[in-house]
């Protein structure tokens, strides 16, 4: 038997009921509200990145100045300054020239803090020093890993002509055998300027690290720095520095 | 919209009333094939069912030929025994059906009004958090401002006091440098001062026994030759000595 068909009306409140159904099984349909938020604050409060101007040091100072030393030499009947920098507590780097001929080493920090000196010590091979003192630097940065090279931008800090700690920056500008035949191998050349006095500064690259040690200067205003390999290389050699000599009165 | 939106079933609408019959042999039959008719008479059916039409000699694979369905008025049935008049009974699903729709839409409304009570009070709360935070937010702005000032200040403090400590350091450098200095002049002229002392010294000796040699020999027959060479070689000495201090004294004004 075949089913019979349905009324108009039977038909509207089906499709009524339908389209009521279906829509009542939408999920459009709004919802009651969960559970209310009450803490509208995170947990971990977003860090704002460092503009840097600031500086981190306990006294605000660059580390490239906390870590520089003014070196005075007195000698029998002379006296001389120069720079130095520390590489760790109680090391110091500086020229060979610089604690030439001494009766007296006196280091003085950044803030004008004086520090005993114990003992200095020479290399031969190259005009670089150790000077060890009695109480700790204030800090002392790393040595980089590699030379720089041409056209890296170079930063001296030391205390030309013994006057205040001095920044001055420039470029490496090339490589040449030392003219004074102080050091074995080749030496950078930067157009940092220097003055006497600033012999023994440390050069800094980009991110702070010892790339060479200023010890001497042309007449063109170019400076000649001990690259950090020679550096590395005297310090690895425990013959490499000999206790300085005194001067005689 | 809290619980996000679902896809609304499409598959499950249910079809339309005349897709029911696709495909159904509507010209299978002469009932089926019966043209549409008067709703008010479909309404009422009559009691009675209409006697089946003459069977359709149908040709497989071609469909019948249609006969048209006898009209049903519903009033009367032509089929029914003379003198029997059904009453035509009433539908009450429609009804039904109607209640039930009016009783979804109460519901439905009442869910929506509740609903809709509920996202007002929790708006409400919200917006008094948000105006909370807001007064927070503004206070702490305001703060940051002087703190930002004081910063930038202390910062220009920090600037100045760094440039006077380095200031210091060299002036307390330059001094050390100076009291250096001072001190190997003033050891310069100590040396050079006992240097002069003991020129004058022994030029003082040498002087003073030239002068008495000089008395010993006016009467050297007086003396013994022997003591007298023996006086002025020591004389000599005095000069020597005195002749070696000033050496040193130069030496030391060369320096």
Known sequence: MSPRPLAATTRAAVLGLSLGLSIGACADVPRMPGPAVTDFVPSEAPTAAPDGTGNLSPDGFQQAQRMAVRIRNVGCASLSTGSGFAIDATTLITNRHVVADTAELQVSTYDGRDIAVTASSTAALADLAIVRTAAELPTFPELAAVDPVVGDSVTVVGYPEGGVLTLTTGEVIGTTTDPLNENLGEVLVANAQVEPGSSGSAVLDVDGHVVGVVYAKNAADQSYIVPVSTLRALLDDDGAFTPSSSCTP | ?255
Request: aromatic share 4%; charged share 20%.
């Open chain 2, 1 to 255: 919209m809290p619980g996000g939106s679902y896809p609304c079933p499409v598959s499950d609408q249910p079809p339309a009333p005349h897709e029911a019959f696709v495909g159904a042999p509507r010209h299978a039959t002469a009932r089926s094939a019966a043209p549409p008719v008067d709703s008010r008479v479909q309404a009422y059916p009559p009691t009675v069912p209409p006697p089946p039409g003459p069977p359709v000699a149908a040709v497989p694979g071609t469909l019948g030929t249609l006969v048209p369905a006898p009209v049903r008025t519903g009033a009367t049935d032509p089929a029914a025994p003379s003198g029997t008049r059904t009453r035509p009974r009433r539908r009450r699903w429609p009804t039904a059906t109607l209640v039930l729709l009016t009783v979804l839409g109460l519901a439905a409304s009442t869910y929506l009004w509740r609903t809709s009570t509920a996202w007002q009070e929790r708006s409400a709360d919200y917006l008094a958090a948000s105006q909370d935070l807001g007064s927070q937010v503004a206070a702490t702005r305001g703060e940051l401002a002087d703190v930002q000032a004081e910063l930038a200040a202390v910062r220009a403090q920090l600037g100045t006091a760094q440039a006077r400590i380095v200031e210091l350091a060299d002036e307390k450098a330059q001094l050390g440098d100076d009291r250096e200095v001072q001190r190997q002049l003033a050891d310069y002229q100590e040396r050079v001062t006992d240097a002069a002392g003991r020129v004058a010294l022994a030029l003082d000796q040498c002087v003073q026994g030239q002068n008495q040699l000089i008395g010993y020999m006016e009467n050297a027959a007086q003396y013994d030759p022997v003591e007298l060479d023996q006086y002025a070689t020591s004389v000599q000495d005095l000069c020597q000595t005195a002749t070696e201090a000033n050496t040193a004294l130069q030496g030391e004004l060369a320096r």
